[in-house]
């Protein structure tokens, strides 16, 4: 057997491998312009149109730029040197969203599908998410508009919730969301839309007639447990001694407030934390906060354990609590919605890449929660 550096011969029915240097190349990526990050979406959307025909191309060319248009400013503001568009897992996404946006003339999907785009770059750390807005990428262009607004209804009542323990502020709050949700559209009926969201893979359909959503008025009070705050009567001894006490402490009696649910009642309009409760005074120049001292946190503590006592039972407050919700047509509308949804589902990945993409899109100052 010979041998040299460049090859080595072998005998019959042997393995010939022939010894080579390799060679890794890195390249430290600094940033891609705009100009450049354009120029990789029309060659990313060059793969992906390359079965197509040039009736279909003809239709693709401005749906997919108006998903280019609409995802650029978004991931410039999130990160200016755009070195997403350098990772070969970002591109393949990126033509797996032209090609959805390819397949809808919904306006609304490309604006959704910027979200979910945008979404993936902040997610790129966690493979599970990463799937999941990868996979509702895919499916966009199936996605009912309706379907969409009762999931990310279902989402947005599991997920967010006021924060303020003032009973209006708080109602408030929650009427804007749900009508920014839902927006023009009309909240899906039966189980079809339900089906629908599970062919997707959006949720996971439980069993008709076996398990069901909890009604608004168990699952409401559960969620919103802030305004069920026993508060203390207002002519009892314990109330005007703790008046008292805040007076001696020097501490302000703004935060005693009338119970919204319990007439006659008193309670905190402040979180229930002593950690977060601070004094604002007004002085030259600004506004001054500063912390509780030692003998007002004490006093405040008394406070919360006296008035701060959750009582979910108090059928007094449920239907005072009833009430004024009523009185908010969005959420009046949203509670008789969902005391009429037929079965359980729980929301896949995919599900809560949607509707966090869709809430998101409705209203950019709503955070997203994965």
Request: with cysteine.
């Amino acid at each position: 057997m010979t041998k040299t550096n460049q090859t080595q011969s072998a005998g019959d029915n042997s393995t010939q491998i022939q010894a080579g240097t390799i060679q890794n190349y890195y390249t430290t990526i600094t940033g891609i312009d705009e100009a450049r990050a354009r120029s990789i979406c029309k060659e990313e959307y060059a793969i992906a149109m390359q079965n197509w025909t040039s009736e279909a191309i003809a239709i693709a060319n401005d749906r997919v730029q108006q998903l280019e248009d609409k995802v650029l400013p978004k991931l410039i503001q999130h990160d200016n040197s755009l070195k997403c568009f350098a990772d070969p897992s970002f591109q393949i996404t990126l033509r797996k969203a032209q090609i959805s946006a390819a397949s809808s003339d919904r306006v609304a999907d490309y604006e959704l599908l910027s979200e979910l785009l945008l979404h993936r770059v902040e997610q790129d750390a966690d493979r599970e998410r990463r799937l999941g807005i990868t996979k509702a990428i895919e499916i966009v262009d199936q996605v009912d508009d309706s379907a969409l607004v009762g999931l990310s209804v279902v989402y947005a009542l599991s997920k967010f919730s006021p924060v303020s323990v003032v009973l209006k502020e708080g109602l408030t709050v929650l009427n804007r969301l749900y009508a920014k949700i839902i927006s023009d559209m009309s909240l899906p009926e039966g189980i079809t839309w339900m089906e629908h969201m599970d062919l997707v893979s959006a949720i996971r359909l439980g069993s008709r007639g076996l398990d069901t959503f909890k009604k608004c008025e168990e699952y409401f009070p559960e969620r919103l447990s802030q305004y069920f705050m026993s508060g203390l009567p207002k002519d009892s001894d314990e109330y005007r001694d703790l008046e008292a006490s805040f007076r001696s402490v020097s501490l302000g009696t703004n935060c005693l407030v009338p119970h919204p649910l319990r007439p006659g009642y008193m309670i905190l309009s402040i979180k229930p934390d002593i950690d977060s409760v601070v004094i604002t005074r007004i002085v030259s120049g600004g506004v001054l906060q500063e912390p509780l001292n030692p003998a007002q946190k004490e006093v405040m503590s008394k406070a919360i354990d006296l008035m701060a006592i959750i009582d979910l039972n108090n059928q007094e407050m449920k239907s005072a609590f009833w009430v004024e919700w009523e009185k908010y047509p969005v959420l009046s509308r949203i509670r008789k919605w969902w005391n009429d949804l037929p079965v359980h589902f729980e929301i896949s990945p995919v599900g809560v890449a949607l509707s966090n993409a869709y809430i998101h899109s409705k209203d950019p100052s709503i955070p997203c929660l994965y």
